[in-house]
């Protein structure tokens, strides 16, 4: 069974900077794509960004440029470096095997997340 364990959530202000980590067990991140996800309050989660299994990486727009994705094999951990902060990124973040890309299918149970909010 594969899980993940999100952590590095905290409350920043506007601005400021978080590095979110997800540590996997149960599966190899080496030969799969990997991805972060994000659920704001009253809205659906949605995309944030992937890293594919070669290394390519992907974003959505509202994060290029602020947000990097990154893996570390030997942990088996997948990493997301977020720079100037926003209030609209205040959402609890999730990572998991993106199914399609762009999109919020993924291949595995979501793990719980963990709270990013931002204050203006």
């Known amino acids: 069974q594969v899980q993940f364990v999100e952590s590095g959530g905290a409350t920043v202000q506007a601005g400021g900077s978080l590095r979110l980590a997800c540590a996997v067990s149960?599966?190899?991140?080496?030969?799969?794509?990997m991805g972060w996800f994000r659920q704001a309050p009253g809205k659906t989660r949605e995309f944030v960004a992937t890293?594919?299994?070669?290394?390519?990486?992907n974003y959505a727009d509202f994060v290029k440029g602020r947000f990097t994705i990154s893996r570390d094999l030997a942990k088996n951990t997948v990493y997301l470096q977020m720079n100037n902060l926003k209030p609209d990124d205040t959402a609890v973040y999730y990572c998991?095997?993106?199914?399609?890309?762009?999109?919020?299918?993924?291949?595995?149970?979501w793990g719980q997340g963990t709270q990013v909010t931002v204050s203006s």
């Open positions: 998991n095997r993106p199914l399609w890309g762009g999109t919020a299918y993924v291949a595995h149970t």
């Open positions: 149960g599966r190899t991140i080496a030969t799969d794509d």
């Open positions: 890293i594919g299994d070669g290394g390519t990486t």
